[in-house]
């Protein structure tokens, strides 16, 4: 479910970038490109159209950020210690001295007898 959010978020991004960037901020963008005697929407629908998708996709965004915030994959079962716990956990106390070394050190042999 994750990855299908994570996917319809990149769309409305995408889709959002190009809605902001028809748009223009003096009021001409995708509305200038219609000529008076061609106008199918009218200038000013054009203008409310792209507000709109805006501000939909906007609500979009974030609703979708939301859903996915609840939906991220999460390791079930015990929590695993990190690395360095564990080290810290296995590590030998260095006081303790295992009963295997001797305790004096060797003597030699004296060759010249």
Avoid: Y
């Avoid at 939301?66 to 030998?92: C, M």
């Amino acid at each position: 479910m994750f990855v299908v959010i994570s996917v319809l978020i990149m769309i409305v991004c995408f889709l959002l970038i190009l809605i902001v960037l028809v748009q223009n901020s003096k009021g001409g963008g995708l509305a200038a490109n219609f000529s008076s005697s061609n106008q199918v929407m009218g200038v000013r629908k054009t203008t409310d159209f792209l507000e709109k998708a805006t501000w939909t996709l906007a609500g979009s965004l974030l609703f979708l950020s939301v859903l996915a915030s609840a939906f991220i994959p999460r390791e079930s079962g015990e929590t695993k210690d990190s690395i360095i716990q564990e080290q810290i956990n296995n590590a030998t106390d260095p006081t303790m001295v295992p009963g295997n070394f001797p305790m004096k050190a060797p003597e030699k042999e004296s060759s010249q007898e």
